[in-house]
């Protein structure tokens, strides 16, 4: 079965993308996503995007379609990462790059500052904290990149980074949605 969700802005605005009925993927919901992208409004264009956990792609798409430069997704389900490839695929976008990998793996291996990062990881699974310092720790992280952080609306972020600055905070629904900024 496959499921759709829309592109809001940008070149691709209107445009559906499928993503694979996985359990547990759950796609940002469309009125959290235009939420986000106002507060993103100016740091998208020429950016470098890492959209880890990417599940329907739906944020690494969203930010390419508004003029990111170059969106890295990278996602462990071979099934996954399928649908994300088509996607790319259909909509023309060589500056959208799919890695198959768990993540902290990924994140173990050689950095690449990116200014703007996109982490929405399986709820009650305990992936966001440790992933977050990863990204500080192993210098993953661009002078004063954004960091988009969603999770489950009762899990305390005590303990990210202390080089950062909670920009922007909201609850919808189950979900918690935090914009971060690195400080340098």
Known sequence: MSNKVKIIGGQWRGRNLSFSDVEGLRPTPIRVRETLFNWLQYDLLGSRCLD?????????????????????????????????KANADMLAAPQIKIVQQDVHHYLAGDAEPFSLVFLDPPFAKGLALQTLNWLEDKLWLAPHAKIYVEVEKQLPLAGVPENWTLLKHKVAGVVAYNLFERDD
């Open 52 to 84: 880890l956990y990417a599940g329907s792609g739906a944020l690494g798409v969203e930010a390419a379609s508004r003029g990111a430069k170059q969106v890295v997704q990278v996602d462990n389900n071979a099934q996954i990462c399928r649908q994300l």
